[in-house]
T-cell receptor, first 116, second 114 residues
Framework: DTGVSQNPRHKITKRGQNVTFRCDPI?????LYWYRQTLGQGPEFLTY????????KSRLLSDRFSAERPKGSFSTLEIQRTEQGDSAMYLC??????????????FGPGTRLLVL | AQSVAQPEDQVNVAEGNPLTVKCTYS??????LFWYVQYPNRGLQFLLK??????LVKGSYGFEAEFNKSQTSFHLKKPSALVSDSALYFC????????????FGSGTRLQVQP
């Protein structure tokens, strides 16, 4: 399967612990996105990378959240000092280089985080 | 600020009947519009998009959507529903400027009864 992959698929942690999620985009996709989805809601944008540059950040991305894409390939999303409100599905998406009409973001299966 | 409204939390339709899932949007400038489908405990699967051109867009699994600029709508349609179409459907929008963030609606659950 050559789609977006995310690891782990599920994570249970205790409040106050740090967690890190990984996203591997579709090969040759230079744009990568993180979204958060809570139960009963649509996904909410967190951040966007073009190659290794983080170009957009949502106000949702508090100081406890940090995302990296050091070599322009895979990305990591770290949450420090987790809170129960961080419990959600974290979705990663990727899209190809800018070409007319090629605006589609392709999503991975997500990482479901539960903070106890 | 851009926004999406999906006014129906759930749509029920009998198998074989046509279905419509409604979406209206608000965005500065020209919109890029998308429909995604989500099955339980899965990520989002892309169905179709409108960027420019024909107002009627055809996508995967027999779905189509019509872009209506005057009504700022992008309703999802299918002529004949299948039980396997039962899922959660999301409409999303972004503007045509350099920002890449998608804004999603709250989703509509489609239930197709056999």
């Amino acid at each position: 399967d050559t789609g977006v992959s995310q690891n782990p698929r599920h994570k249970i942690t205790k409040r106050g612990q740090n967690v890190t999620f990984r996203c591997d985009p579709i090969s040759e996709h230079n744009r990568l996105y993180w979204y958060r989805q809570t139960l009963g809601q649509g996904p909410e944008f967190l951040t966007y990378f073009q190659n290794e540059a983080q170009l957009e950040k949502s106000r949702l991305l508090s100081d406890r959240f940090s995302a990296e894409r050091p070599k322009g390939s895979f990305s990591t999303l770290e949450i420090q000092r987790t809170e129960q409100g961080d419990s959600a599905m974290y979705l990663c998406a990727s899209s190809p280089p800018i070409v007319v009409r090629q605006e589609t973001q392709y999503f991975g299966p997500g990482t479901r985080l539960l903070v106890l | 600020a851009q926004s999406v409204a999906q006014p129906e939390d759930q749509v029920n339709v009998a198998e074989g009947n046509p279905l419509t899932v409604k979406c209206t949007y608000s965005v500065s400038g020209n919109p890029y519009l998308f429909w995604y489908v989500q099955y339980p405990n899965r990520g989002l699967q892309f169905l179709l998009k409108y960027i420019t051109g024909d107002n009627l867009v055809k996508g995967s699994y027999g779905f189509e959507a019509e872009f209506n600029k005057s009504q700022t709508s992008f309703h999802l349609k299918k002529p004949s529903a299948l039980v396997s179409d039962s899922a959660l459907y999301f409409c999303a929008v972004r503007d045509s400027t350099g920002r890449r963030a998608l804004t999603f609606g709250s989703g509509t659950r489609l239930q197709v009864q056999p």
